[in-house]
């Protein structure tokens, strides 16, 4: 049973106190890192008990390649559809934004229905596909009605991994992705010996997940719990696994911020190359490909991924960079660290 905000207060501050220590709990969801800020919850936290955002919005982790590959596509004169929250992320050369003002025919989608029937209009065209496994199952069943895609779809836990694995990242405990669990499970996460909680995006169940955290710390357990009761269940979502599993294989992937981690990438399977971009353009990727030039940046988005540094230590922060300018993908989506932060907390 869920206490109330109040005894929930007062239950964080009293064990932080006799845990005594520096803590660092690190929310794993673009949403998560929403709640707290709308929710002012970092203000209430005792000093010794610090929130940091992780790699878990979509877009920030989005390797840069690929979407240069999709700039590369559409000022080729590939038609290409994208969810809102991709046109702004900085490119190389360009932003899809920026491609679509140069007459490309770049355009924003709001379902996966959307992408289907416009493809039927125009022939060829392709669909960024990226995001997480909440997201991985509707482009799994539009390549299945034939929608062309090119994958940057990612695996999550595999993130985890990576995070516990760098020794630089200090992390007591985990707030577990909600929307991503109700796919994935929960037994999933027990391979990872920290305290972890899955919780939803009230604030109620943001503090029950830190009150929760607090105490396996106290008793020095590390165990998967889960708040988010009416949604995520232990084996997740069988149905939508399978779907996944029918469409795509698992594939080495690069994240922002994190580089390249094994097994942590989704490509299509060859049963249905017909409808994956990366056969159906092979030529034109690989000359893109080869054309990237890197252009350096100060933009420290890669840090703030991964909690060594938070968005207002990055020297371009509020000044260069803001949601009308962003510089880097973590200004970019509105789940993103910096776009939080700017909204949120800015100084």
């Known amino acids: 049973m869920k206490l109330d905000k109040q005894k929930l207060l007062q239950s964080i501050q009293e064990k932080a106190k006799e845990i005594g220590r520096p803590l660092r709990l690190m929310e794993l969801c673009g949403t998560h890192s ?18 940091v955002s992780g790699p878990g919005c979509p877009v920030c982790v989005t390797d840069q390649t690929d979407v240069d590959v999709m700039v590369g596509l559409a000022l080729a004169g590939i038609p290409v559809a994208v969810y809102g929250d991709t046109m702004q992320v900085p490119g190389n050369l360009m932003s899809l934004e920026e491609a679509r003002r ?89 391979q990872f010996k920290i305290p972890q909680v899955v919780t939803g995006f009230d604030g109620e169940g943001m503090l029950s997940a830190i009150e929760m955290l607090l105490t396996q710390i ?23 696994r399978k779907l996944i599993a029918e469409v795509f294989e698992i594939s080495d992937a690069h994240w922002r911020g994190l580089g390249e981690i094994k097994k942590s990438g989704l490509k299509i399977r060859k049963k249905y190359k017909k409808c994956d971009a990366e056969f159906v353009y092979a030529e034109l990727i690989a000359k893109i490909k080869k ?57």
């Open 291 to 347: 054309e990237i030039k890197p252009k350096p940046s100060a933009c420290k988005c890669g840090l703030v991924l991964q909690g060594l540094i938070e968005s207002q230590e990055c020297p371009l922060f509020g000044k260069v960079c803001t949601p009308d300018n962003p510089q880097g993908a973590c200004m970019v989506s509105v789940e993103g660290s910096c776009n939080v932060e700017f909204r949120y907390n800015r100084k």
């Open 34 to 51: 929403q709640s707290i800020a709308q929710h002012g919850i970092n203000s209430l936290m005792p000093k010794n008990v610090k929130l």
């Open 102 to 190: 140069n007459g490309a025919d770049v355009n924003v989608v709001y379902d996966i229905t959307e992408a289907i029937k416009m493809s039927q209009e125009k022939t060829g065209l392709v669909f960024f596909g990226l995001g997480f496994e909440t997201t991985t199952g509707m482009t799994a069943w539009a390549i299945q009605q034939g929608l062309i895609v090119y994958s940057a779809h990612k695996i999550f836990p595999p993130a985890m991994s990576a995070l516990l694995a760098n020794k630089q990242i200090k992390v007591d405990g985990f707030i577990n992705p909600g929307h991503v669990s109700s796919i994935i499970g929960t037994k999933v996460y027990e």
């Open 218 to 240: 106290l008793e020095n357990k590390a165990i998967v719990q889960n708040v988010y009761t009416d949604l995520v269940k232990k084996d997740g979502n069988p149905k939508a």
